[in-house]
């Protein structure tokens, strides 16, 4: 049974590593093509949440719809959440927080500065506060008493000191 629940595991977090480099890489984005790298990276923003203030200001003068702000902002902060459930299960190294944290943070420093170079967005901290905030929010999710629990009777999370999965 064991053996089982690690296969799936793993088939799992295939197929949504998969599916996170087909949606935040491969689903063609190609935003402007006389566009050079240079201008794509300074449209950048590095000024935290400037640009959920900016979403606020439009859509306050009606310039911007409700569900493309919803869905850039809940899409940022759900993306990762999965990763931040999935590291700790899976990995004996990846039990810290802060070490699924720096994880993440690396995954989400390799997307955004791919989008300039691929010349298919641009790089955002906001993006980087909100996928780190999903990834934390997935961690948070596993180490909740009742599910943790949950989690280790099914051998899909097992704790330091017993085996982890291999």
Sequence with gaps: MKKAVKILLYIFFVIYCLSLVKFLLLDGRYINGTATVGEFFGRSNLIPFKTVWDYIVRLRQDRINADIVVRNLVGN????????????????????????????????????????????????IDDF????????????????PFLNQLLRKTHVYVQNQEKPLE
């Design 77 to 124: 902060l759900i993306v990762l959440f999965p990763m931040g459930c999935f590291l700790p299960c899976m990995f004996k190294s990846c039990r810290k927080f802060l070490r699924v944290l720096a994880v993440c943070f690396c995954i989400v420093l390799c997307v955004e500065l791919s989008e300039p170079l691929l010349r298919m967005g641009y790089l955002d």
């Design 129 to 144: 506060i909100f996928n780190l905030a999903g990834a934390s929010l997935g961690y948070a999710i596993v180490h909740i």
